[in-house]
């Protein structure tokens, strides 16, 4: 069983920045596809930006210019590098791993912009 954990959110003002990490109790490096997701009140979860074993990235068309997904090896860790923050990027955020065969999830971590 994959354990993910993610940390980093938080309240921000609008155009600041956050990083989110993605813990894995498995060589990050070893996944099929590592993504960030996220889930704002009211809507469905949307993919935000995801990173293949070969180290292609994609992004959603808002974010893009303004978030980074990377993997660390040295701290076996997914991360998102948030700036310019908007409101509209208030959600919970959530780390997901693709092994091919079984997909994981992590528990979220929340997101807030606001003044």
């Known amino acids: 069983q994959v354990q993910l954990v993610e940390s980093g959110g938080g309240l921000v003002q609008p155009g600041g920045s956050l990083r989110l990490s993605c813990a894995a109790s498995?060589?990050?490096?070893?996944?099929?596809?590592l993504g960030w997701y996220r889930q704002a009140p009211g809507k469905q979860r949307e993919l935000v930006a995801d990173?293949?074993?070969?180290?292609?990235?994609n992004y959603v068309d808002s974010v893009k210019g303004r978030f980074t997904i990377s993997r660390d090896s040295a701290k076996n860790t997914m991360d998102l590098q948030m700036s310019r923050l908007q409101p509209e990027d208030t959600a919970v955020y959530y780390c997901?791993?693709?092994?091919?065969?079984?997909?994981?999830w992590g528990q979220g971590t929340q997101v807030t912009v606001s003044s």
């Open positions: 997901y791993a693709d092994q091919i065969t079984r997909a994981y």
């Open positions: 990173i293949t074993r070969g180290g292609r990235t």
């Open positions: 498995e060589n990050i490096f070893s996944f099929y596809r």
